[in-house]
Structure formats: structure tokens, C-alpha cells
């Protein structure tokens, strides 16, 4: 298949497939049927040709019949034959001859047995022979004693004919002719306009006898000439002197020698071939102006299809770009102007529900937002494995204690907005604000294998960035900083409410102990508690085992790890440390208290353990008085919330 870059190509290339074969066709169809009249008509001159040949032939034949028959009734020559005057006779011949005014040529008298009286033409022979004999016999079968035909004299034929002599009976034989000379054939192109030839053939020789064309067409004609065109009474084409000209023979007689005299009837083709062309040059043009104003009108066309067309490709590039705010018009009524009406609706409809998108994503987050467009709102949901996080600004309380509620608020949507684009940055979504805190969630609605990884990384960027926010000494003095809980889960997401109004959101258990776990971040003093499964779903950071703990509420027990980094920036130092932590824990939960006593009162000197490791003393002197069961797992359970 082709490929075309402009829709006004293909317009051109079809016309031109469509138009230039019917172009084509008929022009060949209409040069044919030219040619073919051109031929017709030439035919037709060549025939007329030889019917004027025919005719002029057969009126001169009656001419001689008269001179002929007014000579046999004259008195004097008869008397002069009775006499046997021979010289009377032959001047009698020539007085005849001169009184024809060129219709006559010659005249010969013969007694019955053909012996030659006298011969005008003094040929010499005294008995007859050869054609003049078998004319003679031809006179004798005749009713009217009569005979004609075409006999050679020297180099020349003559029409001839034979009539008889009554004294009162037949005493002999008139023989008149004329010559079918150069005088004939000219007078014969006078009356037809075609050239004529008189040429006398014996195989292999040809020999032009008198003939109306010029010498270098003669020379030519007798270099062109062929024994099948001589046979075949049909109209040939022959070229001479680089001019063509139809041309007919006509066979006039054939000799005992086998020889033959042969007529030739030639037409040019040059006023006829001129005609043509002249009119193939007017189909011609007219083709081209036929072809150049199709061109013009499929242009035009293409452009009124186009130029809207390239209208329409802009306004939806500049749409397909977040450009809403275009509009076409066309004044066309017909499907393109149905299709520039469509777009601005389109245009339209995407302006309206991008500003409902913007009013979303600034209720809700954008991939929500996203969701709730392009989906029906059904209060319904689906379950799905989510990372949730909880992030409350910790010591924000005191602060504000400090300051009237005009100065809190804008330090307030500086947190916010800083937790708010951190959890975009990595692709998780702000489910909502609770005062100060935050409840961001991973996996909805879009989810990745890379949603735990993400909530990791956010929380690492809050924990980093929070205790930076604030500008003026007070608010850096109160000592606030962030608290995150993760925990990943199972729950169900959708859209929550009634159908007047929906908040899209999450439930389940997991939601309650990403909530406890960030709240067990006071009582633990760190800045984030990560869950087990939370752990198990980002293996790729570096974590501290804090402890097993059953939270206020639930049986089933949660191990807490607190977040301290990826593995590129924790240093040897910080391993060392989270090693001796967790052998610490160790003993405590092999319920070797004395190891574990020392191992935390050793770490209370360091400031990041010391709210754990009081904690965890404090529990050693409890189980000391009151110590667990054998079985017990190190699990410590909560009677009440933190």
C-alpha cells in the first residue's frame, strides 16, 4: 500500500489514475476512428480514381467507335478500298487521324485473313499476329463484329479497336486506337486530384510507362513496388520520397508474353494526415485543459477539505497538549462542519472536566481524582493489598499553645503541603487531613510492585525534611518534629458516603494499626514504627527490630521495626549499634535479665535509645517481680492505648 502524507495527494493521484486511462482510452479510441476515415476516405479517392480512369477510357473508346464507324459509310474510302487504291486508302487514314483532334493515334486496315493493308503506325509486320490477332478473333465471336482492348506499340499501349468493313458485305477489318500516354494520365488527374500511373510489368522488370508524379517519387515507385502488391486489386500504402500515399492497382491487360499493364491510382495522405494532426493537436489541448482544470478543481477540493481538516488536526494537537480552551468554526454545513461541531463539544467537555479535575485534585489526589472521572461512581469497593501511613506532626500541640491561631495556621499548611508533596513525589496519595496529621496511602488506586518501597522513601523524606519547615526561633525551640506508622495490608478501597456525597478511601484492620503504630512512636521516642508486613514488602532499606507487641485491642501480635534508612547511607557506626540493640532484645526475650539489664543501661548513653531502653528496664523490673510464663514469646501486650 502506499502511503500518502497529504490527503490533497491522494485526491491528485486518484484523479490522475482515474482520469488519465479514460483520457487515454478515448483519445486512442477517437485517433483510431480518425485514422480509420482517413483510410476510408483515401479508399475512396483511389476508387473514384479509377472509376474517372474507366470512364475517361471508355468516352474516348466511344469517340474512336464514332470517327471509326463514320469512316466505314464514307463513299470515297469505300470505293478507294474496292479499287485496292492503297495510297488513296492510307491518306484517307491520315485525314481521319487529323480530323480526331487527338482522339485517334492510330489506324490499320486488314483484309478478312488479317493481312495488313495499311498501318499509320508502320510497325512493319504484314499478316497479324500475336494480340492483334486474338483482337481479331474476339471482333469475329462478337454479334456486332466488334473488339477492344489494350495492346503495346513499341513502349506504348494503346486502347484499341477493331470494327468491320461492309462493301455491302464485310470486306475487312478497321483497327483505331489512341495511346494511354502521358497526355491521358494527366488528363485523368485533372479530374480526379490523384496521381495516376501506367506501368508495364514482366517479372523481375518494372517500367513506368507515363506518370503524373515526380521524378524522384517515379525512381521510388519503382524501388517500392511489389509483385503482391501488383496482384491484389486492394489499396496499399506505399511511401515515397517520405510521403505516403494510398495506392490501387488496376490490372489493364496481359500479354502471351506474360507480360501485364498495370494502372496505378495514388492518393497523398498529406493533406488528410495534416488534417489529422491538426486535430489530434486540438484533442490534445483540449485533453490538457480537460486535465489541468481537473487538477484545479481537485485542488480546490482538497482545499476545502483540508484547510478545515488542518484546522480540526491543530485544534485536537493543541487539546492532545492540555490546551482545552480551543474552539474552530466553520461555516460548512456538511459532515465536516458535523465534525467541527463535535470537536468543540469534545473541546468542550474536556474543559469542563478538567476543571472538575482541578477542583478534585485539590479536594482530593489526582490519581482519585482521575479514577472518579473516568469510571462510574458507585458505592462500592475492592479489595487490595495497601501500604498505608499515618504522619502526625509531633510537639505541634505546644506550639500551639504559644501562638493565636492566625500565625498557626500558615506554619500548618507549610507541614502539610510538604507531606503532601512528598507522598506525590512517590507516587502515593493523601487519603486525608486530620488536624495535623496525615493519612497517605500506597497502591490506590493504581497499584505497582513498588508501592511499599515508595511509602518507605516518602516517610524517610518527611522524617528529613520536617524539622526544617518552620523560620522563626520559637517554633524551632518547641522541638517539633514528624511521627510516621506504616503498616501494609489488606483492605477495601472505593468510594465511601452516599451518592450525594463520597470520600474515596480505605477500611480494614490495617488502617487501625498503621494508626496505633504511629502513635507507639511517643511512647518508643523514634520517629517512625514500621510494621513486619510493611518490612517484608521493602526488603531493600535497612531496619531495627523494636519489638512484639499485642497494641490495645488486637490478638494478633505485630512485630515493630523502626525504619533508619536505605543501605548507601547507613554507616558502619549505626549497624554496630542496631546490632548491640538487638542482642539486647535478644536476651530480654530469652528472659535472661541480667544481660539484657546491662546491655540497655549501657545504650542509655547514647540519646537515639534512650526513651527504648528505659522503657525496656522498667518492663526487666516488672517481669522480676511478676515474671512471664515459660512459653512466653517476648510479646508484650497493651492494655490500653498509647
Known amino acids: 500500500m502506499f502511503a500518502f502524507r497529504t490527503f490533497r495527494t491522494r485526491l491528485i493521484i486518484f484523479l490522475l489514475i482515474l482520469l488519465l486511462p479514460v483520457l487515454g482510452g478515448s483519445f486512442y479510441y477517437v485517433n483510431q476512428n480518425s485514422q480509420q476515415y482517413t483510410d476510408q476516405t483515401i479508399n475512396h479517392y483511389l476508387q473514384q480514381g479509377a472509376n474517372v480512369f474507366d470512364y475517361t477510357r471508355r468516352e474516348q473508346s466511344q469517340t474512336l467507335l464514332a470517327i471509326m464507324s463514320s469512316l466505314t459509310w464514307d463513299y470515297g474510302f469505300r470505293a478507294a478500298y474496292g479499287t485496292q487504291d492503297t495510297a488513296t486508302i492510307y491518306d484517307a487514314a491520315l485525314n481521319v487521324l487529323s480530323r480526331s483532334m487527338g482522339s485517334v493515334d492510330m489506324l490499320m486496315i486488314t483484309d478478312l485473313s488479317g493481312y495488313v493493308?495499311?498501318?499509320?503506325?508502320?510497325?512493319?509486320?504484314?499478316?497479324?499476329?500475336?494480340?492483334w490477332s486474338e483482337l481479331l478473333d474476339t471482333a469475329r465471336q462478337d454479334n456486332e463484329g466488334r473488339a477492344t482492348g489494350i495492346i503495346m506499340i513499341g513502349d506504348m499501349p494503346f486502347q484499341v479497336l477493331a470494327v468491320p468493313l461492309y462493301l455491302p458485305r464485310q470486306v475487312a477489318w478497321i483497327i483505331g486506337g489512341?495511346?494511354?500516354?502521358?497526355?491521358?494520365?494527366?488528363?485523368?488527374?485533372?479530374?480526379?486530384?490523384?496521381?495516376?500511373?501506367?506501368?508495364?510489368?514482366?517479372?523481375?522488370?518494372?517500367?513506368v510507362i507515363a506518370t503524373t508524379l515526380d521524378e524522384v517519387s517515379e525512381t521510388m515507385l519503382q524501388r517500392e513496388l511489389d509483385v503482391e502488391m501488383l496482384s491484389q486489386n486492394t489499396p496499399r500504402r506505399v511511401t515515397l520520397s517520405s510521403e505516403?500515399?494510398?495506392?490501387?492497382?488496376?490490372?489493364?491487360?496481359?500479354?502471351?508474353?506474360?507480360?501485364?499493364?498495370?494502372?496505378?491510382?495514388?492518393?497523398?495522405?498529406?493533406?488528410?494526415?495534416?488534417?489529422?494532426?491538426r486535430f489530434e493537436a486540438s484533442l490534445v489541448t483540449f485533453y490538457a485543459l480537460a486535465l489541468v482544470a481537473s487538477l484545479a478543481a481537485v485542488l480546490l477540493l482538497a482545499r476545502s477539505i483540508t484547510h478545515p481538516l488542518q484546522r480540526l488536526a491543530v485544534m485536537v494537537s493543541k487539546i492532545e497538549q492540555g490546551d482545552f480552551d480551543q474552539r474552530v468554526h466553520l461555516r460548512a454545513r456538511d459532515e465536516l462542519g458535523q465534525l467541527a461541531y463535535s470537536v468543540n463539544s469534545m473541546a468542550a467537555g474536556l474543559e469542563e472536566k478538567e476543571k472538575v479535575r482541578d477542583m478534585l485534585g485539590k479536594v482530593v489526589s489526582r490519581q482519585i481524582a482521575e479514577e472518579l472521572l473516568k469510571r462510574p461512581v458507585r458505592l462500592a469497593g475492592e479489595e487490595k493489598i495497601v501500604t498505608i501511613m499515618f504522619a502526625d506532626i509531633r510537639g505541634f500541640t505546644t506550639y500551639c499553645e504559644k501562638h493565636q491561631p492566625h500565625e498557626i495556621l500558615p506554619t500548618l499548611n507549610k507541614f502539610l503541603s510538604t507531606i503532601s508533596r512528598i507522598v506525590d513525589a512517590n507516587n502515593g496519595i493523601i487519603d486525608k487531613y486530620n488536624g495535623d496529621s496525615v493519612m497517605a496511602l500506597f497502591a490506590v488506586?493504581?497499584?505497582?510492585?513498588?508501592?511499599?518501597?515508595?511509602?518507605?522513601?516518602?516517610?524517610?523524606?518527611?522524617?528529613?525534611?520536617?524539622?526544617?519547615?518552620?523560620?522563626?526561633?520559637?517554633?524551632?525551640?518547641?522541638?517539633?518534629?514528624?511521627?510516621?506508622?506504616?503498616?501494609?495490608g489488606l483492605v477495601v478501597a472505593g468510594n465511601l458516603?452516599?451518592?450525594?456525597?463520597?470520600?474515596?478511601s480505605v477500611i480494614g484492620d490495617p488502617v487501625n494499626l498503621a494508626a496505633r503504630l504511629e502513635s507507639l512512636t511517643r511512647?518508643?521516642?523514634?520517629?517512625?514504627?514500621?510494621?513486619?508486613?510493611?518490612?517484608?514488602?521493602?526488603?531493600?532499606?535497612?531496619?531495627?527490630?523494636?519489638?512484639?507487641?499485642?497494641v490495645f485491642g488486637k490478638t494478633t501480635p505485630v512485630i515493630m521495626y523502626e525504619l533508619v534508612g536505605k543501605p548507601e547511607s547507613v554507616s558502619a557506626t549505626q549497624l554496630a549499634k542496631i546490632a548491640r540493640y538487638e542482642s539486647a532484645l535478644a536476651h530480654y526475650r530469652q528472659q535472661h535479665w541480667d544481660e539484657a539489664e546491662a546491655e540497655f543501661q549501657k545504650m542509655l548513653e547514647d540519646e537515639i535509645y534512650q526513651?527504648?531502653?528505659r522503657l525496656f528496664l522498667i518492663r526487666i523490673r516488672q517481669f522480676r517481680k511478676s515474671p512471664p510464663p515459660a512459653d512466653w514469646e517476648g510479646i508484650y501486650a497493651f492494655d490500653r492505648k498509647a
Do not use: W
Open 611 to 613: 526513651g527504648q531502653c
Open 445 to 488: 488506586p493504581l497499584t505497582s510492585d513498588q508501592d511499599a518501597n515508595n511509602a518507605m522513601k516518602a516517610g524517610l523524606e518527611i522524617i528529613a525534611e520536617l524539622p526544617h519547615i518552620g523560620s522563626d526561633e520559637t517554633f524551632m525551640a518547641t522541638g517539633v518534629d514528624g511521627s510516621i506508622g506504616i503498616h501494609t
Open 497 to 504: 458516603g452516599s451518592p450525594d456525597r463520597l470520600n474515596y
Open 523 to 550: 511512647l518508643y521516642e523514634v520517629s517512625n514504627i514500621v510494621s513486619g508486613e510493611s518490612r517484608a514488602a521493602a526488603p531493600d532499606f535497612i531496619y531495627r527490630e523494636m519489638d512484639r507487641v499485642r
Open 178 to 207: 489512341f495511346a494511354l500516354d502521358q497526355d491521358f494520365v494527366e488528363t485523368v488527374k485533372n479530374n480526379t486530384s490523384s496521381e495516376i500511373s501506367l506501368v508495364r510489368y514482366n517479372e523481375p522488370y518494372l517500367e
Open 117 to 131: 493493308v495499311i498501318d499509320t503506325q508502320l510497325q512493319g509486320f504484314t499478316n497479324l499476329t500475336g494480340p
Open 244 to 277: 505516403e500515399f494510398g495506392t490501387l492497382p488496376r490490372r489493364l491487360s496481359t500479354a502471351s508474353d506474360g507480360s501485364e499493364v498495370l494502372m496505378l491510382i495514388q492518393r497523398s495522405y498529406s493533406e488528410n494526415m495534416a488534417n489529422q494532426e
